[in-house]
């Protein structure tokens, strides 16, 4: 019976010294998981920052490529530096979640190492003293009992020693696997701080140029909104010379129609014409009669319509009548103004030449003159305005055929 019992034991504690390793548990501590989340969401919101400003940067070309508005690229110059500012805080933030997990993962590591170094002791010693005894010690130990009683507190004392150094040998197994995942995590969070620095570095740089974008973007707003308001200053003065230039018609016609037996001119220009006139030149229009609010935010009133030509094209009188203005006259470029008798008048303006001169009489349809371009601010044009009553400017589109 005894006999039965020695080896019942024996083989217990054999199967208990090689039995492998527990379940091995995650090697990483909570800490550095829930810093991977704080993580994962910063550089979602990285991606959504970089999304915003890609769309800025192309909407700024766009701008480029199109007509040229310097108030619209300031304020995107604007918005994108505030889109690059708030990547940079961003990645100001990434970075100090990065460092504090190195720090948290450099304090767990300690931490592991530490107690690895105190299970490897403690495995050395363990096998020192096993291998000391030699293989048969357990046996011995176990033959060498007085009685029965006595072996089964032996094998119950030498099952508990071979249960305490099977997890002492798993313990250190584990321990080290999380040291070399802790490592390896820890490389990657020094490779993303790197990273991470360089991309705050290039967006600083980033920020600085849009800065520096926006600084002369201001400087030339201002110098334009000066040009552009002096430029209607000017338009407004020209308007001015030819309002007193036909004021002056105007006033010589009624003296002379105020005399005696003085027989009233009539116009040729009548009610009839409405909506039934010939353009004077095929084009597109530029501008409409009236106030327009240009894109710097000035404006300015047109007493006209820009129809667009190339320049060199053909201008044609829509009414006969007699020339009684043809010569430069400031913004409005090389100018004939046309009398239709009655206080109508039509005046045609930035032309590159005038086949007609003062005092001339022309008929419906007669060429005076051609497309040219005064105001290198707007495409090759012809100025064109109705006066169909004492010399007041209405909009032509109600006298042109179509009404375009």
């Known amino acids: 019976m005894i006999r039965r019992a020695v080896l019942a034991a024996s083989l217990a504690v054999g199967a208990a010294t090689g039995l492998a390793a527990q379940a091995r548990p995650s090697t990483l501590p909570p800490s550095a998981q829930q810093g991977g989340e704080r993580l994962r969401e910063e550089q979602a919101q990285l991606d959504r920052l970089r999304q915003e400003r890609a769309e800025l940067e192309e909407r700024m070309q766009r701008l480029r490529s199109s007509a040229r508005d310097v108030t619209a690229e300031r304020l995107n110059l604007e918005r994108q530096a505030m889109a690059t500012a708030r990547l940079v805080r961003s990645l100001e933030r990434q970075l100090g979640t990065l460092q504090d997990e190195v720090l948290n993962m450099n304090s767990s590591l300690a931490r592991t190492q530490d107690e690895l170094r105190i299970k490897q002791s403690a495995l050395r010693y363990r096998v020192q003293e096993i291998y000391k005894r030699g293989a048969l010690h357990e046996v011995e130990a176990l033959l060498s009992a007085e009685s029965f009683g006595a072996l089964v507190a032996r094998y119950k004392y030498l099952h508990l020693a071979a249960r305490r150094d099977r997890a002492l040998v798993g313990r250190v197994t584990v321990l080290s696997d999380q040291i070399a995942s802790q490592r390896t995590v820890l490389e990657r969070l020094r490779s993303q701080i790197e990273g991470n620095r360089r991309d705050k570095e290039e967006e600083e740089q980033r920020l600085r140029r849009l800065q520096g974008q926006r600084t002369r973007a201001l400087a ?185």
Do not use: C
């Not at 002379?256 to 027989?263: K, L, S």
């Not at 095929?282 to 409409?288: A, E, N």
């Not at 103004?337 to 007609?356: D, F, K, P």
């Open 220 to 404: 030339q707003i201002e110098v334009e909104t000066e040009r552009a308001q002096a430029r209607v200053r000017q338009i407004q003065r020209d308007e001015q010379r030819l309002a007193s230039v036909i004021a002056a018609l105007e006033a010589t016609r009624r003296r002379a129609e105020a005399r005696p037996n003085a027989a009233p001119t009539a116009s040729t220009l009548t009610t009839a014409d409405l909506g039934r006139l010939d353009w004077p030149v095929d084009g597109t229009i530029v501008y409409r009669f009236g106030r327009q609010v240009n894109p710097d935010n000035t404006s300015i009133r047109w007493n006209g319509i820009g129809i667009g030509a190339a320049v060199g094209t053909p201008v044609k009188a829509v009414e006969a009548g007699e020339v009684v203005f043809a010569e430069p006259s400031g913004t409005y470029g090389l100018t004939v103004l046309i009398q239709h008798g009655g206080g109508a008048y039509s005046l045609y303006a930035s032309l590159q030449n005038a086949r007609v001169r003062r005092g001339a009489k022309i008929g419906k349809g007669d060429v005076i003159g051609t497309v040219g371009q005064a105001d290198p601010d707007l495409p090759p044009r012809l100025h064109f305005e109705m006066r169909p009553r004492d010399g007041i400017a209405v909009d032509p589109l109600e006298w042109l055929r179509g009404r375009r």
